[in-house]
């Protein structure tokens, strides 16, 4: 099987301007949570997709958002983006059900001038 | 809420020796543990995971660690260390069920020959 794919894997933006980072879980595999990782604050939870539907929410900013699509696909859209947004944006899948540990792409590294 | 601490940023071993990473957690519920690895300009791969069966976890690559609910710790161990094992660790927890994991800050293992 296919691992978890992120596109793009690197990306470079200005302050202000948007950007969509697109992940594609592991095939069959129903839930992608979206985490962002930076030296200083380390790893933390975005948000998780379940069937389309937004299951849970970390501490973040409106600015940062996401979907998922039918074919489980997801795509994380950040907005206005800050310095403070550079960081590497890891995707994960799972199977969905709860207990079921989660598989990590290999990221997006996306440097905010 | 729950938390993560790892203690010592920076670990160096000689190939070899005797692996261990820490790790304590904060929990208001039994908790789910996490081991992961990541190597340079990579995700993260699952090492071992405790979900309230065996306090002794077996992983991959020769690592295990043990669920010490009374010291609220889930430290790494490998018997030893090789060149490879040299990477980024974080112990990550999350409650039963859940999907967000929350991360410690990360351990670098460094191994030298």
């Known amino acids: 099987k296919a691992g978890v794919t992120q596109t793009p894997r690197y990306l470079i933006k200005t302050r202000g301007q948007q950007v969509t980072l697109s992940c594609s879980p592991i095939?069959?595999?129903?839930?992608v949570s979206w985490y962002q990782q930076t030296p200083g604050q380390g790893l933390q939870f975005l948000f998780e997709y379940f069937s389309e539907t937004q299951r849970n929410k970390g501490n973040f900013p409106g600015r940062f958002s996401g979907r998922q699509f039918s074919n489980s696909r997801s795509e994380m859209n950040v907005s206005t983006l800050e310095l403070g947004d550079s960081a590497l944006y890891l995707c994960?899948?799972?199977?969905?059900?709860?207990?079921?540990?989660?598989?990590f792409g290999p990221g997006t590294r996306l440097t905010v001038l | 809420a729950q938390s993560v601490t790892q203690l010592g940023s920076h670990v160096s071993v000689s190939e070899g020796a005797l692996v261990l990473l820490r790790c304590n957690y904060s929990?208001?519920?039994?908790?789910?543990l996490f081991w992961y690895v990541q190597y340079p300009n990579q995700g993260l791969q699952l090492l071992l995971k405790?979900?309230?069966?065996?306090?002794l976890v077996k992983g991959i690559n020769g690592f295990e660690a043990e669920f010490k609910k009374s010291e609220t710790s889930f430290h790494l161990t490998k018997p030893s260390a090789h060149m490879s094992d040299a990477a980024e660790y974080f112990c990550a927890v999350s409650p039963p069920g859940g999907t967000a994991l929350i991360f410690g800050k990360g351990t670098t293992l460094s191994v030298s020959s």
């Open positions: 994960a899948s799972s199977p969905g059900d709860r207990d079921n540990e989660q598989f």
């Open positions: 095939s069959g595999h129903r839930s």
């Open positions: 929990s208001s519920v039994p908790p789910y």
């Open positions: 405790y979900t309230s069966a065996a306090t």
